[in-house]
């Protein structure tokens, strides 16, 4: 995977518009080829291929099944483009066109442009699943988080997590997903132990009951400011 942008446009009157067409049997009608067609040509005619048309149809049915999926049960011509020149593939960043398709598709889905959320949700499970706090029953060795995330274990940890039949956010986020918070409290468990000897609390009793309750104040803090954005956004 190289640096440069995917190109992901409709193009009408490019050469490369009109190549999918031939690529997929459709120049006289101009018709994108549904799933369903590509799915039986992969697993049939093309099953023995190794050359670039069975390349680009492949990829072409990767894109708009699972990277760059909407609602549409047909192939995508706008990723046709990128993948045209096959010698070119492997300078395009991929990972960089899924997170932008789906910021997209989420920013229509919430200004009611669209019923529907387009772009990659397994990568949304993926990142929320694996920024739970779940202990060692995930591999956290694995440079490649998917792999890590078997269909059991999806199971698995969403049983866990789940508050009720429509809500989830049982478990806690890992520490390093804690960060963005205004007011983490581990900063003021900090300030504590560094700022105020001993001394001046024993009127407490305990050191650790201050700790404890500015720590929850701060949480409070935290979820009132997340809730005021969500309102805002």
């Given at each position: 995977?190289?640096?440069?942008?995917?190109?992901?446009?409709?193009?009408?009157?490019?050469?490369?518009?009109?190549?999918?067409?031939?690529?997929?049997g459709?120049?006289?009608?101009?018709?994108?080829?549904?799933?369903v067609?590509?799915e039986?040509?992969?697993s049939?005619e093309?099953k023995?291929?190794i050359?670039?048309k069975?390349?680009?149809?492949?990829?072409?049915?990767?894109?708009?099944?699972?990277?760059?999926?909407?609602?549409?049960?047909?192939?995508?011509?706008?990723?046709?483009?990128s993948?045209?020149?096959?010698?070119?593939i492997?300078g395009?960043?991929?990972?960089?066109?899924?997170?932008?398709?789906?910021i997209?598709?989420?920013?229509?889905?919430?200004?009611?442009?669209?019923?529907?959320?387009?772009?990659c949700?397994?990568?949304?499970?993926?990142?929320?699943?694996?920024?739970?706090?779940?202990?060692?029953?995930?591999?956290?060795?694995?440079?490649?988080?998917?792999?890590?995330?078997?269909?059991?274990?999806?199971?698995?940890?969403?049983?866990?997590?789940?508050?009720?039949?429509?809500q989830?956010?049982?478990?806690q986020?890992?520490?390093?997903?804690?960060?963005?918070?205004?007011?983490?409290?581990?900063?003021?468990q900090?300030?504590?132990?560094?700022?105020?000897?001993?001394s001046?609390?024993?009127?407490?009793?305990?050191?650790?009951v201050?700790?404890?309750?500015?720590?929850?104040?701060?949480?409070a803090?935290?979820?009132?400011?997340?809730?005021?954005?969500?309102?805002?956004?």
């Open positions: 995977m190289g640096p440069n942008s995917a190109v992901y446009e409709k193009k009408s009157y490019s050469d490369t518009f009109t190549e999918f067409y031939q690529v997929f459709h120049e006289n009608d101009h018709k994108a080829p549904s799933f067609e590509v039986k040509w992969l049939g093309g023995n291929s050359d670039d069975w390349l680009k149809i492949w990829l072409m049915f990767a894109i708009s099944t699972f990277l760059c999926p909407t609602s549409s049960p047909k192939l995508c011509v706008r990723a046709f483009h993948i045209s020149i096959t010698e070119e492997k395009y960043n991929w990972c960089k066109l899924e997170v932008d398709r789906l997209k598709g989420i920013a229509k889905f919430k200004s009611g442009k669209r019923k529907f959320v387009s772009g949700l397994f990568f949304l499970t993926i990142l929320y699943l694996d920024s739970l706090d779940v202990g060692d029953i995930v591999n956290n060795d694995l440079e490649v988080r998917a792999a890590a995330w078997t269909g059991q274990l999806v199971s698995k940890v969403c049983l866990m997590d789940k508050l009720s039949e429509t989830f956010g049982k478990l986020l890992k520490p390093e997903h804690l960060r963005t918070t205004m007011i983490p409290p581990e900063r003021i900090q300030f504590i132990d560094s700022n105020m000897p001993e001046v609390i024993v009127v407490l009793h305990n050191r650790e201050l700790k404890s309750a500015l720590s929850e104040f701060s949480i803090i935290n979820q009132v400011f997340v809730n005021l954005t969500q309102k805002l956004c």
